[in-house]
T-cell receptor, first 117, second 117 residues
Framework: AQSVTQLGSHVSVSEGALVLLRCNYSSSVPPYLFWYVQYPNQGLQLLLKYTTGATLVKGINGFEAEFKKSETSFHLTKPSAHMSDAAEYFCAVSSYMFSGGYNKLIFGAGTRLAVHP | GAVVSQHPSRVICKSGTSVKIECRSLDFQATTMFWYRQFPKQSLMLMATSNEGSKATYEQGVEKDKFLINHASLTLSTLTVTSAHPEDSSFYIC?????????????FGPGTRLTVL
């Protein structure tokens, strides 16, 4: 079984400040981990993903995340927040294990990021 | 990136009517399509997975007779909410994937907001 916990349903930062969105996962098999961003009334856009290899992954819009197996974490960071980063962010887990021929994404509850001037 | 469209983007209907939502992959062939439901300020909950040409696989607790899914071609899946009631009001999001493996990215549609009066 797999699950995702996102700590903090709301995060507020000043423009130019560090962004840190927390994600912890639970998985009985090696996980694939994802971060998605959702703007109001829109679908999800992939920010970045970890599958295998380098544990620090870089994504779009200056975001990056580090897979820490010992901490079962995949926190999302950005050195300097921009007003346009205000959105809902979802962490998700999947795996290479097949179940009925497909692999599901299990989403966390989401973190709403607010950026103020 | 690949584009997934949904139609309509917004629908308001009377209780007891049926509503059909279309999900199309515009520039790739989607072996697998997923349907999610998102309540306000909550995460995405997977409703069902459909592979082209076969019956959809529904998640536990999702009524297959109420939420009819058809994946008739490699570019089109439809979700029909039959005899809709106010509690079915939600944001419905589809995603499409070109392959079956977890490394194959899911591309998300913009969502359909259903309001049942």
């Amino acid at each position: 079984a797999q699950s995702v916990t996102q700590l903090g349903s709301h995060v507020s930062v000043s423009e130019g400040a560090l962004v840190l969105l927390r994600c912890n996962y639970s998985s009985s098999v090696p996980p694939y981990l994802f971060w998605y961003v959702q703007y109001p009334n829109q679908g999800l856009q992939l920010l970045l993903k970890y599958t295998t290899g380098a544990t620090l992954v870089k994504g779009i819009n200056g975001f990056e995340a580090e897979f820490k197996k010992s901490e079962t974490s995949f926190h999302l960071t950005k050195p300097s927040a921009h007003m346009s980063d205000a959105a809902e962010y979802f962490c998700a887990v999947s795996s290479y294990m097949f179940s009925g021929g497909y692999n599901k994404l299990i989403f966390g509850a989401g973190t709403r990021l607010a950026v103020h001037p | 990136g690949a584009v997934v469209s949904q139609h309509p983007s917004r629908v308001i209907c009377k209780s007891g009517t049926s509503v059909k939502i279309e999900c199309r992959s515009l520039d790739f062939q989607a072996t697998t399509m997923f349907w999610y439901r998102q309540f306000p300020k909550q995460s995405l909950m997977l409703m069902a997975t459909s592979n082209e040409g076969s019956k959809a696989t529904y998640e536990q607790g999702v009524e297959k007779d109420k939420f009819l899914i058809n994946h008739a071609s490699l570019t089109l899946s439809t979700l029909t909410v039959t005899s809709a009631h106010p509690e079915d009001s939600s944001f419905y999001i589809c995603s499409a994937r070109a392959g079956r493996g977890a490394l194959n990215e899911q591309f998300f549609g913009p969502g359909t907001r259903l309001t049942v009066l």
